[in-house]
DNA sequence: CAAATAGTGTCTCTAAGACAATATCAC
DNA sequence: GTGATATTGTCTTAGAGACACTATTTG
């Protein structure tokens, strides 16, 4: 009979074998391309932050920003490190997606990698100025249902263009779980993940909290709508959508100008307020 | 320039420091206790399993089932194995609940851990039936919001009762995240764990999928109601609810029989329909 | 003025909650 | 019959969707 305190002096975690363990994260942000026509407002297209693997294994290939946890850090602020290194950005908020640590996933080894979803906003990412560095790019994303549970996802920066496909897993519970048919390419089992953190986005995406995290300070309703449809990808009336998230936001006193058409009152998120409390 | 092949021949896990990763999984049952009025039907209670640790650390503490992840394993698989080691039942679907990997939340050292939630049926553990080992126990579940996001969770088999007090942390997100005020004699960190797996288990207690794992194949729509009354801790009104599920179940011949009272249609789980699509 | 977005009012439809009323068993 | 649960029907209310209409800017 040991006390605790001779236990702990004896403990060798080494004799058990350990995997090593990952942070892997899916940044996406909403970039608005400028249209030719003055009167019309921007586009809006969801992106996925991308960067192309220096070395092996996978070299070349393209994956989701990601890297070692490190002693004295958890998993979450492994993510946000990973992230500020490759954007000089500090997400606001990190979702889970989700372990991923089948066997054989990773080549190196056994590796388990942890997901996490992130939203940027364009404005934040303006503000420190792309590096430019070729190594880490914004692809745009296209992520549609097609037949018997399949599903397309393609991810496309200028000539470059990913396309993966995948089949939906039945998972009794409401997680997204894919299996990968095609990967497009990207590297380790990350156009799993990059499925998986889509679903979750979206499915998130109708609790309001989450959407302005891809906006600046202060915004027009219609721009936050347009967030809403990008991300969702759905459409919605107006109307419907300024009664909705009422409660969530606050006037200013601010209103923009210069485009073709009638000027838009900016607002701000509303703090302590609805979706808090219950 | 080496090649793939030579890369991985040479490479070596351990020249970094690795964490050791284990499973940690809160199952929960839906317990009904009889009453001594032959008329009313028996009360039901939400009950949570526990092991008593029979080694250092915490030795003696009441702990969450758990163990180390093993080689060639998904953290899925070792959460089902150490559920059937305690309780000879493979539950049939597992709720991740979140990653815990803060620096020194295991006195051992290094590690992290992943807990899960499942849901077992009152059924399914009398048919294994238990083997009475005093080490593994179903408590009884209280868990309440106090004053100023105070939330107190109560434990209790027996005469042993497990009170611990948590704060809930502002998570931007919609995940519950607790840190712990008085661990009530709870092993590690489990205590946060606990309150993020009832939280979970709650918010997906309303995706009415979830509930049916707490029955037997065939149930009245009676019982049904009790159990997500009991997981949800709320109260319903049998005509609504039996509105809202009409969609989910399907009728057999069978009627219950011998309550004192008018007999109930016994139901099952309709398959392929609403919820797996959309 | 034309084109485009900003913003308001209102109708409809659906789902949830409340509640009343009836049915059927064991004792 | 009594007391309990089983089961059905309907009224009310809150919220989402659809849509018509007005307001205001730039060129």
């Given at each position: ?47 996925l ?90 692809f745009e994303v296209d992520f549609d ?6 599903y397309l996802l393609d991810l496309t920066?200028?000539?470059?263009s990913l396309r993966a496909v ?18 497009g ?9 990059i ?84």
């Amino acid at each position: 009979m040991i006390s605790e305190k001779e236990f702990l002096e004896q403990y060798d975690p080494g004799k058990y074998p350990r995997p090593s363990v990952t942070a892997d994260v899916a940044a996406f942000m909403v970039r608005s391309s400028e249209s030719g026509d003055y009167k019309k407002d921007s586009e809006q297209r969801l992106t996925l932050l991308l960067v192309r693997r220096g070395g092996h294994p996978f070299k070349d290939c393209w994956a989701l920003p990601g890297g070692f946890l490190q002693p004295g850090e958890t998993v979450e602020s492994c993510a946000v490190r990973e992230i500020r290194e490759e954007t000089n950005v500090a997400p606001v908020s990190l979702m889970p997606v989700g372990v991923f640590s089948e066997p054989g996933r990773d080549p190196r080894g056994w590796i388990i990698s942890n997901c996490y979803a992130c939203v940027i906003s364009e404005d934040s990412v303006r503000q420190v100025g792309g590096d430019d560095a070729a190594d880490a790019q914004w692809f745009e994303v296209d992520f549609d249902r097609g037949e018997d549970g399949l599903y397309l996802l393609d991810l496309t920066w200028q000539d470059v263009s990913l396309r993966a496909v995948l089949r939906e897993e039945k998972t009794a519970f409401g997680t997204g779980f894919f299996h990968i048919e095609e990967s497009g390419g990207l590297a380790f089992d990350h156009a799993r993940m990059i499925a998986a953190a889509l679903t979750a986005l979206r499915e998130n995406a109708r609790r309001i909290d989450l959407i302005f995290d891809f906006l600046p300070e202060t915004f027009t309703l219609s721009q936050l709508q347009r967030v809403q449809e990008t991300v969702m990808n759905i459409s919605l009336l107006p109307a419907n959508f300024r009664r909705k998230i009422s409660d969530y936001v606050e006037e200013t006193d601010s209103y923009t100008s210069g485009a073709g058409h009638r000027p838009a009152k900016l607002y701000r998120k509303k703090q302590t307020e609805k979706g808090e409390e219950a």
